[in-house]
């Protein structure tokens, strides 16, 4: 018997593929990660190049280590030993078959909103691999795109600041001060409102929390 909260993310799941296929965006909603990480693979033909970023979601729910295991040809930004090689890595990242990636946020309308420090997670979800799949936790789902903006500055940003510890002043305080330390890791904000070609970004949303 399905608790409250997995008959609401079902109904929620079905309505934010509806608004994400308006969008032309691929969209499906998996009730588990482990359902999650089954459809990813099932959209990714073996022999594909794949790369992804930076996602703590993706890694989480064992997809990076399901590319690594299959018969794939993996960048993995992970494996670079310099600044010079991971800059490399990032780069051969966008010319690959699939980029694998998590979004800061999503609107209840199907809009993507992600903030990025280096660029190369948000250059990949505008342009460059010839598929992106988003895996997308529904904890991530705010109400408007106001909203979406909101989390993705107020609560992902600072909890990853937290991952590189640099001297930022969220890692002091915990909340955003709209830096501008060197050690920023909020350079670049995308709004994808919109999939161009149709259902190249495909977006497997998860009824589960997943990533922050
Ligand atoms: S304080 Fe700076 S690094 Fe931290 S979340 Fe705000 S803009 Fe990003």
Redesign the pocket.
Same mark, same amino acid.
């Given at each position: 018997m399905n608790t409250p909260i997995e008959k609401r993310n079902e109904v929620l799941g079905k309505t934010l593929v509806e608004k994400l296929e308006a969008r032309q965006f691929e969209a499906y909603y998996c009730p588990t990660a482990k359902e999650a990480l089954e459809k990813a693979l099932s959209l990714v033909p073996e022999k594909s190049s794949v790369s992804w970023g930076g996602s703590i979601s993706i890694r989480d729910m064992g997809l990076t280590k399901a590319f690594h295991a299959g018969d794939y040809e993996v960048i993995d930004r992970d494996l670079g030993k310099s600044p010079e090689e991971i800059a490399d890595l990032h780069r051969q990242g966008l010319l690959t078959d699939y980029f694998i990636t998590s979004t800061n946020a999503i609107s209840e309308d199907g809009i993507l909103v992600n903030?990025d420090g280096t660029g190369n997670r948000v250059a990949a979800l505008c342009f460059g691999p010839k598929n992106v799949i988003v895996i997308c936790g529904l904890n991530k789902v705010a109400p408007t795109l106001e909203g979406a903006v909101a989390r993705a500055?107020s609560t992902a940003? !600072?909890i990853?600041?937290f991952r590189f510890m640099?001297k930022? !002043? $969220?890692?002091s305080t915990g909340?955003?001060?709209?830096?501008k330390?060197p050690?920023?890791? $909020?350079s670049q904000f995308l709004i994808s409102r919109f999939c161009k070609p149709a259902k190249r970004i495909k977006v497997i949303l998860v009824g589960e929390e997943l990533g922050y």
């Open positions: 903030i500055r940003a !600072p990853n600041a640099g930022t !002043p $969220c890692v909340i955003c001060h709209n830096c330390s050690d920023c890791i $909020c």
